[in-house]
């Protein structure tokens, strides 16, 4: 979680002028390798949206890792970082038919279905793909929970799926995602529990799923302890033992902050330390990164990051935190105020621990004139 | 608030290719003419965050109106579409004093402060300026209201101002800002005699205010029908007659919404239209547009935009509508279930109209591998 050495050493030597993202291709590797031995029959697709830098998924697509895209251009990053169409998965379950067709002429396999209609254009524009219905869970215990936006009811996988071999396609499998930042191992139990259950519906049908995607959810440790992932390989090896027994399916995760989250560190600097009013409980500290910069799951201040300054051995108190944008609603912590050093001064630098992942890609283009997340992967 | 003629023209006419942005200059040209008309002895500063367009800052530039900005970039965008800098206002209550020390170095002399650590950032990076303090309001009745991010308890202003004096600066007036698309005309009152009594107090040490900036808050009419021009300019008239009877002082205001808002239509794709269970009582409309690709404001479903399509005249349903990321937080009515009509299907083209604000710069970079909102000023 903490700023590698690497890391400082570069921002020691290079001071670069502005907020910026420094990622740490070692600690990619590491966590890439941790997933591999903890999971050893269970490919991984990395989630290319955690954060899509050339370098990473280089190195990945090197140390063998396949690629859950989300669009288009995704699925043309993983190919030029050398990645084989076969190792990328086309995960998001809304496509333009025309984006269908053109990961199809890429040479794109495996499409994500969670209804009749998205069934209905991957036939048409990627005829005999293999296809994985997304089921909904409930996303308890996840700290980003991914709310009924995908999936569909496990009653209804079956359909989905029936309806896909009907038209050409090969009914593959299932997926589900537990949410983001999921720390409950027992999440993984239920929805296996009904996979199992569509598994043997299919079968009933004459048809043989074969795989079931764990998804992603794998968590960074940002302020809490996380279990390790070597827990979460367990729990899941055990629900997957205890509800397929001897039949165990082809397995994949999607691992994405799990994979770069605790690798990047946002430097940032105080703007302003400021009060409203002369017996104002809280200083207001403003950084020159905010929700629009690159922060923007601090909505709902969902995700608290560790913030290191060089006075933090210094006496403690609440503080506001807030971007440098006129917008109001950029402001990252102030419902659960954050403990910063009472010595804090306007132009000292901070280090926003574990942003690898859903950081540079979430800045806008140029809110208010500001420019974009520098990224810089070392 | 409708698509005007040019714009469906337009959009007929180039068939430009994903989802976009098409600003109509003559809507915003009658808009500015408006508020010339509606608040003659008032000058305009148009919020340049809301859509820093070259064409839209290029024409406002010639027809007269100065410029409310939020940063350095903002300030060259300003003077590159042809304003002077006794026409830009920097803004924004939280600057770094390199990014002041720029803005004096280009000529601008008015600064926005809220505390006495901006006061002497701006003293030291451009003695001599002129400085207003902005102050809290309490934002009710604004459907996007602005926190306490921004100001100063009033109170604390004079203090502010009189620090801002004893280190050489001008001090010149009082902001503040009723909170976005405000459509309670007594709230301008309330700030006015908060103002008045700064004045006073100001008056009593010795020194002369001289401008109130009654900031933005002017509405766009999104569903819901909101006052016009005309009502807010009387209501504000009314307000400071009451408070500075004879010696109204010169006034400002900053537009942003209100100038651009209903210019622009987002036009949009429906890529996917699902139910999650058999017997679900909703349908999911997925656009090719969402909150990360440019509908940022609809963070808490705050903005309600009318939504156009070809099949308006048939029966109409609710529908969660979302966006095409896989981030299940890129949903933009749930909460409150939109009509749609039933017979709209994947493909359909929508228009989403009042988008001209806050939209193209609220796109992020990349989230997902989309590009940004494509923008069209016409």
Redesign the interface.
């Known amino acids: 979680m903490a700023a590698t050495a690497r890391i400082l050493d570069f921002l020691r030597d290079r001071r670069p002028e502005g907020p910026c993202l420094v990622v740490d291709l070692e600690v990619i590797a590491d966590n890439y390798r941790a997933f591999r031995r903890a999971m050893p029959d269970t490919r991984i697709f990395y989630?290319?949206?955690a954060n899509?830098a050339p370098e990473i998924l280089k190195m990945l697509a090197d140390m063998g890792s396949c690629f859950d895209?989300?669009?288009?251009?995704?699925i043309e990053?993983a190919l030029a970082a050398g990645a084989t169409a076969d190792r990328i998965s086309f995960?998001?379950?809304?496509?333009?038919?025309r984006d269908i067709a053109r990961a199809h002429a890429l040479g794109v396999k495996l499409f994500a279905v969670?209804?009749?209609?998205?069934v209905e254009?991957v036939a048409r524009a990627a005829p005999g793909a293999q296809v994985f219905c997304r089921i909904?869970t409930d996303g308890a215990g996840a700290e980003?929970?991914?709310?009924?936006?995908?999936?569909?009811?496990p009653?209804?996988a079956v359909?989905v799926l029936m309806h896909a071999h009907r038209l050409g396609l090969e009914a593959y499998g299932i997926s589900f995602h537990v949410g983001s930042q999921q720390t409950r191992l027992e999440a993984w139990d239920q929805a296996l529990e009904e996979s199992k259950a569509i598994f043997d519906a299919m079968q009933a049908r004459g048809i043989t799923l074969k795989m079931v995607n764990l998804g992603g959810g794998f968590p960074t440790r940002y302020l809490k302890e996380v279990p390790g992932t070597g827990s979460y390989a367990n729990a899941i090896h055990e629900a997957l033992t205890k509800h397929f027994g001897n039949a165990i399916p082809e397995t994949i995760i999607e691992p994405g902050r799990g994979m770069v989250g605790n690798a990047g560190v946002v430097k940032a600097?105080v703007?302003?330390?400021?009060?409203?009013?002369?017996n104002d409980n809280h200083r207001?500290v403003?950084l020159?990164i905010g929700k629009?910069g690159g922060l923007?799951e601090t909505?709902d201040e969902a995700i608290r990051y560790p913030i290191v300054t060089a006075k933090d051995g210094d006496e403690k108190a609440p503080c506001v935190i807030?971007g440098?944008?006129?917008?109001?609603?950029?402001?990252l912590y102030?419902k659960v105020p954050y403990d910063l050093p009472v010595t804090l001064t306007?132009?000292d630098e901070v280090l926003i621990e574990a942003t690898g992942a859903y950081t540079?890609?979430?800045?806008?283009?140029?809110?208010?004139?500001?420019?974009?997340l520098k990224s810089y992967v070392i």
Do not use: Q
């Open positions: 989630a290319v949206k899509p895209t989300a669009s288009v251009p995704e990053m995960g998001n379950t809304i496509k333009k038919e969670d209804s009749d209609e998205e254009k909904l980003w929970p991914l709310s009924r936006k995908f999936g569909c009811e009653a209804m359909d600097e703007v302003l330390i400021s009060k409203k009013h002369a207001w403003y020159d629009f923007a909505m807030a440098p944008t006129c917008d109001s609603a950029d402001v102030e306007v132009g540079t890609t979430y800045a806008a283009v140029a809110f208010n004139g500001f420019s974009p």
